[in-house]
Nanobody, 124 residues
Framework: QVQLVESGGGLVQAGGSLRLSCEASGRTSSRYAMGWFRQAPGKEREFVAAITWSGSTTSVADSVKGRFTISRVNAKNTVYLQMSSLKAEDTAVYYC?????????????????WGQGTQVTVSS
């Protein structure tokens, strides 16, 4: 089992930046790929970004490409989502997820563990 805890969310003005963190605990010796998803009010949860266990390959949704960057530090069991040039439409609960394979995936069903989420609110 792997437990995931997100942090770093909050209220920010449009155009600002935030960095989300997701720390994993438990069975962290395995090689997990990690992902970030988000769910805005009244909408379905959607893919944001993912990264392989090695960090050599990432995938980013078109809606955030060029503004969001995913990275990880395996020695700290932590994955990050650096968000810049934030827009009101980025307002959502952001979830961290882990999958029991080293390769990236953009589909929610391919992830095995989920965090509780952290709220990001962008004011316009």
């Amino acid at each position: 089992q792997v437990q995931l805890v997100e942090s770093g969310g909050g209220l920010v003005q449009a155009g600002g930046s935030l960095r989300l963190s997701c720390e994993a605990s438990g069975r962290t010796s395995s090689r997990y790929a990690m992902g970030w998803f988000r769910q805005a009010p009244g909408k379905e949860r959607e893919f944001v970004a993912a990264i392989t266990w090695s960090g050599s390959t990432t995938s980013v949704a078109d809606s955030v490409k060029g503004r969001f960057t995913i990275s990880r530090v395996n020695a700290k069991n932590t994955v990050y989502l650096q968000m810049s040039s934030l827009k009101a439409e980025d307002t959502a609960v952001y979830y961290c997820a882990a999958r029991r394979l080293a390769t990236v995936a953009v589909t929610q069903s391919r992830y095995d563990y989920w965090g509780q989420g952290t709220q990001v609110t962008v004011s316009s």
